[in-house]
Nanobody, 119 residues
Framework: QVQLVESGGGLVQPGGSLRLSCAAS????????MGWYRQAAGEERELVAG???????KYGESVKGRFDISRDNGKNTVYLRMTNLKPEDTAVYYC?????????????WGQGTQVTVSS
């Protein structure tokens, strides 16, 4: 099994920045892809960003140029740097992980962390 622990959510003003972190632990094989999806109230869950252990990344269209995903393979930890945040970025952000090379499809999920962008 894989356990994911997220941190870094909160309230930020429009135009501000936040960094999310997610640490994975597993008693099996090495985690390959990790990333983030988000779900706003009344909306479907959508891809924010994902990254493989080799550094291949994939971003959702609405966050390209504003968000940056990175990871520390030794720590099985993924980071999401979010800049120029907008009210429409408000959502619960879920960390995901998988043993496969799929930066946009995950099998294991964290509990989610709330990000609220408001003045």
């Amino acid at each position: 099994q894989v356990q994911l622990v997220e941190s870094g959510g909160g309230l930020v003003q429009p135009g501000g920045s936040l960094r999310l972190s997610c640490a994975a632990s597993t008693d099996r094989f090495a985690i390959n892809a990790m990333g983030w999806y988000r779900q706003a109230a009344g909306e479907e869950r959508e891809l924010v960003a994902g990254i493989t252990s080799g550094g291949t990344t994939k971003y959702g269209e609405s966050v390209k140029g504003r968000f940056d995903i990175s990871r520390d393979n030794g720590k099985n930890t993924v980071y999401l740097r979010m800049t120029n945040l907008k009210p429409e970025d408000t959502a619960v952000y879920y960390c995901g992980a998988t043993y496969y090379y799929t930066p946009d499809s995950f099998d294991y999920w964290g509990q989610g962390t709330q990000v609220t962008v408001s003045s």
